[in-house]
């Protein structure tokens, strides 16, 4: 198995344009979550999905929209790269059994991709 | 207002000696602690976790203690080795919350051999 695979990895944008950053996991896990870091801080989360076709926002949505087609993967999309987005962003994903989701969920990160908005 | 706090943000160590990274919560709901280890350039990899029913897990040199009371939670790591030098990160959940992760900012390990 791969895990959970990010790309791109490294990425410069200029302020207003768009980009997605792709995410593929391959361990059949129904829950899928989008993070962010910022120096110096904790994973703060972007969007998560309980599941194909259902996605739900997080602390920090804004400036961002994504989708869940498949259970395989979850792009997050940016429309107006922004400097407040430059970051590094962390997709993860879970298996949960519960309704609402049960607490014992360890999460599966995958590398990362490290964006600048200039 | 945070409610998970790493109030140390490094932490040095001798090679063979304990390291204890520490972690405070604020929310009362959350029953389940986990720590990642992140080295740099790559994501968080899970380490050990621990249920709010339970007060210690343990696993090889890894053991998480929960102290519920207090709302206070500890990795010790005995003994430390070189490569343990990371990022070590506590998170906690809560039942209901769709699984979702609240981190605190991070201890950095360093381990001198």
């Known amino acids: 198995n791969a895990g959970v695979t990010q790309t791109p990895k490294f990425r410069i944008l200029k302020i207003g344009q768009s980009m997605t950053l792709q995410c593929t996991q391959d361990?059949?896990?129904?829950?899928m979550y989008w993070y962010r870091q910022d120096p110096g801080m904790g994973l703060k989360l972007i969007y998560y999905?309980?599941?194909?076709?259902?996605?739900d926002k997080g602390e920090v949505p804004n400036g961002y929209n994504v989708s869940r087609s498949t259970t395989e993967d979850f792009p997050l999309r940016l429309e107006l790269a922004a400097p407040s987005q430059t970051s590094v962003y962390f997709c993860?994903?879970?298996?949960?059994?519960?309704?609402?989701?049960?607490?014992?969920?360890?999460?599966?990160f995958g590398p990362g991709t490290r964006l600048t908005v200039l | 207002d945070q409610q998970v706090k790493q109030n140390s943000p490094s932490l040095s160590v001798q090679e063979g000696r304990i390291s204890i990274l520490n972690c405070d919560y604020t929310?009362?709901?959350?029953?389940?602690f986990l720590w990642y280890k992140k080295y740099p350039a790559e994501g968080p990899t899970f380490l050990i976790s621990?249920?709010?029913?339970?007060d210690k897990n343990e696993d090889g040199r890894f053991t998480v203690f929960l102290n519920k009371s207090a709302k206070h939670l500890s990795l010790h790591i005995v003994p430390s080795q070189p490569g343990d030098s990371a990022v070590y990160f506590c998170?906690?959940?809560?039942?209901?919350?769709?699984?979702?992760?609240?981190f605190g900012k991070g201890t950095k390990l360093s381990v001198k051999p």
């Open positions: 621990i249920s709010s029913i339970k």
């Open positions: 998170a906690a959940s809560a039942t209901g919350s769709q699984g979702n992760l609240i």
């Open positions: 361990m059949n896990h129904n829950y």
């Open positions: 999905s309980v599941g194909a076709g259902i996605t």
């Open positions: 993860a994903s879970s298996y949960s059994r519960g309704l609402g989701g049960s607490s014992y969920n360890e999460q599966f």
């Open positions: 929310n009362s709901m959350f029953d389940y």
